[in-house]
């Protein structure tokens, strides 16, 4: 009946109203719209331009085009795909960790044995209010080889610590860890969307004699799956991107050696310290392109295995 | 020495030294068996405010650009200090990594206002800044030893002004080099040793009276007796495709103090073809 | 726990009962232990913010190494217009509290603080493996020291100015756009909105260079202009909130103040801003705390403009000054942190509420 409605509404020549509303929202949408095209549009425009140039911003004057250089040089710089491959390495950590975590967190604290919940709560979403150079500069103490706290708890216990953000093979885990101190937005959403897991649905399967790993896979799986799917979109996105963090932690090297020269970061030396403007324009359009085909892919895989309980 | 005999102050003499002041938790120092270079409590030596060229002066002058201004050539001087550095780091454990500075006993990029090293190679302004620190005035100033030629060489910075011939306000420029000059505060503040006799006799005097010393605790004549001895060619010499050159050689400087195991002679064949193409770059263009 | 429940199946008398009974009261008791250790773990880094903000620096960076959990002070012994540290030092008689005058390796000279006439005492060993007499002290000094080094009275005052500004901004721009998205239909609409969600997740990076290069061009750099005029803008995450607020609020509420002879920006400022209040807060603490905590564009523009620097800038900025003292670095993350904080708690329950409706980090 709605469908016909508006179908029929459609077919129809606007009406007045109808034109005045359609103005008015769009004149509502000004500033807006406006920011989208000097603010994105245009910027993006520019830097596409940009990477087909060798631009560098001290020797503006000699700015010439060539072509894909830029775009080939990518595929033939090896610390451009170094880079890379410190980018998917930290991505391939903390894409499960950034969906699980939270989620495990979440469970925690909706569990009805627990008690002050709200305290927990508050406690968990506490440090995702701090800033990141604080949280940085923390966790560089922390975690310390010979004075931080970390290790000398696990002295305490036995163990040798390793060197954390300077060992090679640790500092990627230990960035994750920094970051899990800010799951706090996704612990909310988890736990919005648990408690909106309706009771009668888990009776009604404690009946059918379904345990409580049957339960939590077969009924609140599905239903907080829409849940899922943004943290992974966040995860992905937010992992290829990754950039702040990680430059206070190693400095425009990459410290240690070259393992914390993510892409973005090497985009910023590029472009920044190294005014190689051109260059940079095109890592970041790479980037965005790679980016977008993931998010279009993620949001058309949706339809296959994210459960939405209405249809608006 | 301990023992009382009297031997020649070399780079050799140094790190024996510095390594025996070099102490571990349980009071062990680095030359003695069972030190642990984990639990370091206190480090020999360290350069501090030095980029990767000025830690690699240690032996004479030199530079990573060959004398046609185009080659990528790290000078053997240079490669001497980087090994030297490289195994005091890691080997004699005696020279603080990037990771030990960064702790809370080292207190980076200020460590020896830590207390915590022994001795530091360092400029002269650099006594602007240890005021603050655990150290107070318990310090002194020594000459740097002779390299292995027997020459000494003492880094240097000839810190000048200049104005720009773009600039736009030259002459407001200049008045503010006169003034910077004339400024005894702001000499002070500034902290380079000053050209001229009388300035630095003041200069001295100032520093007395900074850190509470009495006259004669400290031997300000080895700053006197070190200005004929500049690292030539100077470390902060010309560098074609600067940027990208300083940025490559800032990348060495990471991987020498935050990897054990590496073998330096392949480290500076693979920065000297990496500073090659950054070189080639600049003068395709 | 135990005792209480064997207690309670005494009185129960029913086996049945009792095990019902001592899950009860295990159950939550194993559950806050859990969750007590787990967030013991992840608040770590905080504890040894407090505490190393708040205790002796000076006193505690001398001692090096392991140092209390605890904000606390070294003592230490005045001798001849020398502060010597006080160490344990285990003797035939005991552990004696003696302060250390000459270090030695092999052997070092205290003096005995209870009986300093009586000279050096000579004791074989290594003094590093002797602890210091640890006391809890609580000093605030490190905070206003770190203030007065890092000029924090004039961080603040930048940082709020900037956040503030730029949420009144915000506020006004995203109502608006958030309005035209809940209430009008017009064409394109879909694919505007698609548009707007894309500006959340994609990479925003491809537009740095050229608008920095844009605000220094027209003479924006060194200034707050290009932190402060996007908010104009409207930005996504703000106008996705307000936009689901208002299609919650029955579309009759407008109809009625519309033939009343109101307006759209009448009926939106009297009818649709009252009713969405909640949702404001949240987007004005997202925006606040994201103007507040931003890094990179401050960096961008105000880079060698020190009296405008916000507090990030300051952090970092201290970070690689002489001198950092543990106690300096934390007492300014102390710093730093407070406001947010109290901030937070007051409105917390706005600020997760806007979580859950926008699925979104910020």
Known sequence: MATLTSRISKALPKSRAQKREARLGLTMLAPWLVGLLFLWILPMGISLYFSFTNYDPVKADQIKFIGFDNFVRIFTDEVAIWSGFVTFRFMFIYVPFSVIMPLLIALMITNKTLPIRGVFRFLFYLPSIIPGIAATLIFLRVFNVQTGWVNRILGGIGIEGPSWFWDANWVTITLVILEFWFIGAGMIQYIAALQNVPLEMYEAAKVDGAGPFRRFFQITLPLISSVIFYRLVFALIFAMQYFGNAMLVGGLSGNPDRNTLFYNVYLYRAGWTLNEMGYASALAWFLFILAGAVTIGLFASQKKWVFYATGD | ?285 | MASKADSNLMSLGSDAALARQARRMIGPGLMLVMAGVIISAFLLPLAYMLTTAFRDDRKMTEAGGETPWYPATAASLEYNGESLPILKVPTADGVKNWALLTKGREDSDFIDPANPTAGPINWKGSWRTLERDWSPYFTLDSITESWRRVNFTNLFKNSLFVSVISVFFTLISCTIVAYGYARFKFPGKDILFWVLTATVFLPQQVTWIPLAIFYSKIGWSQSYLPLIAPALFGSAFEIFLLRQFIMSIPKEMDEAAMIDGAGPIRTLVSVIVPNIMPAFVAAAMFHFFFKWNDYFWPLIMLSGKEDLYTIPLGLAQLNNTFGTFPGLAMASGVIAITLPIVIFIIFQRYFMLGNVVTGVDK
């Open chain 2, 1 to 285: 020495m301990p023992d009382g005999k009297e031997v020649d102050w070399t780079w050799a003499t140094l790190r024996d030294v510095a390594m025996k002041l070099t102490v571990d938790k349980a009071g062990k120092d680095a030359t003695q068996a069972g030190f642990d270079p984990k639990t370091t409590r206190q480090w020999g030596f360290n350069q501090q405010w030095s980029d990767s060229r000025g830690m690699a002066v240690l032996f004479g002058g030199g530079g990573i650009v060959a004398a046609d201004g185009k080659t990528a050539k790290v000078s053997d001087s240079y490669k001497q200090a980087y090994k030297w550095v490289y195994d005091g780091i890691w080997k004699d454990n005696f020279y603080p990594s990037g990771e030990e500075a960064g702790s809370e006993l080292l207190a980076k990029p200020n460590e020896f206002a830590s207390g915590n090293v022994a001795m530091s190679y360092t400029h002269s302004w650099f006594m602007c800044c240890m005021e603050g620190g655990n150290l107070k005035n318990k310090w002194g100033v020594g000459v740097v030893p002779a390299g292995p030629d027997g020459k000494v060489t003492v880094k240097m910075h000839g810190d000048t002004f200049s104005i720009m011939k773009g600039s736009k306000n030259p002459d407001a420029a200049f008045n503010v080099m006169l003034d910077i000059m004339k400024s005894k505060e702001l000499e002070q503040v500034y902290g380079g040793l000053p050209s001229g006799d009388a300035e630095r006799a003041a200069f001295f005097t100032a520093k007395e009276t900074q850190f509470k010393f009495k006259p004669g605790d400290v031997t300000w004549q080895v700053f006197l007796d070190s200005v004929p001895f500049p690292d030539v060619p100077s470390h902060e010499s010309l560098t074609p495709n600067y940027l990208k050159a300083k940025q490559r050689m800032q990348d060495f400087q990471s991987l020498i103090q935050g990897k054990a195991g590496l073998v330096m002679d392949d480290e500076i064949a693979k920065l000297e073809k990496d500073l090659q193409k950054i070189f080639d770059e600049a003068a395709a263009k």
